[in-house]
């Protein structure tokens, strides 16, 4: 789905580690450990190679087309903090992805001194960012698309698919990152190049403690380290639905698609018709195809579980894809890079409020139905650099305690609260149904209204429109499929309005 949610195929972030901290990269900005539960890379054996020069189809051979791990750096030098003057700044940002950097970037252009802490600041995020157009044209980020598709197309089965007429494009990773770094220099951000391992709090400042013995005070801390939960706390049982994928940015001999639209679910299983054994796994926890074609013959493919608790196992998901591969005739020739990811779907959110103000993965803000958060998060970030200038300005109105709680408060309002209880409700009907179930689902849901798919897979629609988009996707749905929804939907259903009657302001 959303291709921000990844990571390099030499990373082995496994849950509950919370994905990759916004930075989107090897190196957290938090030194925190992480327990493991998947093991992704295993030894390659060696390829096995067919008469074309392309390799044949199996996981093992195709992941020996896998190159090493290339990191690409942004070449312009950084205004760094400079510790030995002691200085106590407005706002450490800690972790620099694009939520990050977007925070820092405005509460800097307020005049407020911020400090920026990552241990490859000027690293290039490693990952394909897919995006619907018009998220990235609200924000005035069309300049940071460099592939873009006139529509997308759904393929429920072998039968049945739907086109959607909304355009849908790739991120430039590389400009988004150079537009955000050259304005945050502009505006006197400094940069230090650490992990913070420890932060303690005073009455009205922070201490940061980095793993280089240097220490950071700040009025306010950011903990923008996605998944990774670095600083921000939680108190609640965390037992999220993951979704699982592995993606490869191949050079292929051709591809059946069309490259002026890109695929945005492939739920087709006749590639497994020679594999029974594949095929049962697969009815009862389905995988689909996402797929971003770039000419006849480039194309970046990803076979993707939506959401399932447990994950499914990475080697399970690669095995699916090169069958897929194989029936479709796509032929491999060389791999530029591959992105595998773990996602934590739904789960608690953060204690709130609490001291330290947090944003993107680790402030719970994955959408928990299709786990996007890039365009979220990014539309976030003016919310929350905005309530920091509120209320961190010329006034000071509030420091510590208080002034994070105004921060959180505007972060996560009631409504923003309601909205993701519902697609949390929804996560949990997704689920409980199978390959069939799946697709009367979807079938269903692209047959809505745009302004009700549109939003709800960009996080526009809240509680009172969604219990109007819940009803029409019942009106939409086939007699089997609105069985389907009552017996599975029901107890979830109970637990959403009793989640919704206990939480008030």
């Not at 009815?283 to 480039?298: D, H, K």
């Not at 789960?347 to 609490?354: A, D, N, T, Y």
């Not at 972060?411 to 609260?417: S, T």
Request: charged share 25%; proline share 6%.
């Amino acid at each position: 789905m959303d291709t921000l949610l990844k990571t390099h195929n030499k990373l082995e972030f496994l849950p509950p580690l919370h994905w990759f901290a916004e930075k989107l990269g090897s190196n957290l900005s938090c030194s925190k450990l992480q327990n493991q539960e998947f093991r992704f890379g295993s030894k390659k054996p060696h390829p096995k190679w067919g008469r074309n020069g392309c390799v044949k189809a199996s996981s093992s051979a195709l992941l020996e087309l896998v190159p090493e791990t290339k990191k690409e750096n942004l070449e312009f030098e950084l205004p760094m903090y400079d510790p030995s003057k002691g200085l106590v700044v407005d706002l450490a940002v800690v972790g620099g992805g694009p939520a990050g950097l977007a925070v820092a970037q405005q509460v800097s252009e307020a005049g407020l001194s911020v400090c920026s802490i990552d241990p490859s600041p000027k690293l290039i995020w490693p990952n394909n960012y897919g995006v619907w157009v018009d998220e990235f044209e609200a924000m005035d980020l069309l300049d940071c698309l460099d592939t873009t598709w006139s529509g997308a197309v759904v393929f429920i089965d072998d039968h049945s698919q739907k086109d959607l007429g909304r355009p849908y494009a790739r991120v430039n990773r590389k400009q988004l990152k150079s537009k955000m770094m050259q304005k945050c220099i502009l505006n006197g951000v400094k940069f230090h190049q650490a992990k913070v391992i420890k932060v303690i709090h005073e009455e009205s400042k922070s201490l940061l403690i980095c793993n280089d013995g240097v220490t950071i005070q700040a009025a306010v801390v950011l903990d923008a380290t996605g998944f990774s939960r670095c600083l921000v706390q939680y108190d609640k049982p965390y037992n999220p639905g993951y979704q699982v994928a592995y993606g490869i940015l191949a050079e292929v001999e051709e591809h059946p698609f069309d490259v002026d639209k890109m695929v945005f679910m492939d739920w087709r299983d006749s590639h497994l018709n020679n594999n029974m054994e594949l095929k049962n796994r697969n009815s009862r926890i389905p995988t689909f195809l996402y797929a971003m074609p770039f000419s006849s013959n480039q194309i970046f493919l990803e076979e993707t579980s939506l959401v399932a608790r447990p994950g499914v196992p990475m080697e399970d998901i690669q095995e699916r894809m090169v069958a897929r591969l194989r029936h479709l005739g796509i032929k491999v020739k060389s791999i530029e890079e591959d992105e595998r990811c773990v996602i934590p779907m739904g789960g608690p959110l953060p204690v709130l409020p609490q001291r330290v103000v947090g944003i993107g993965g680790t402030a719970g803000m994955v959408h928990p139905s299709t786990g996007y958060m890039v365009a979220r998060t990014l539309a976030a970030a003016p919310i929350v650099a905005n309530s920091i200038v509120q209320y961190l300005g010329s006034s000071r109105t509030f420091l510590g305690d208080e002034l994070s709680s105004e921060v959180w408060r505007d972060l996560w309002p009631i409504e923003r609260r309601r909205q993701r209880e519902f697609f949390c409700f929804g996560m949990d009907i997704l689920l409980k149904l199978d390959l069939q179930g799946t697709r009367r689902f979807f079938d269903a849901f692209f047959d809505l209204e745009p302004r009700y798919w549109h939003g709800f897979l960009s996080s526009r629609l809240f509680l009172p429109e969604l219990i109007f988009f819940g009803l029409s996707l019942f009106s939409h749905a086939s007699n089997t499929s609105r069985i389907e929804i009552m017996s599975k939907g029901t107890l979830p259903l109970v637990n959403m309005i009793n989640n919704l009657i206990q939480d008030k302001d």
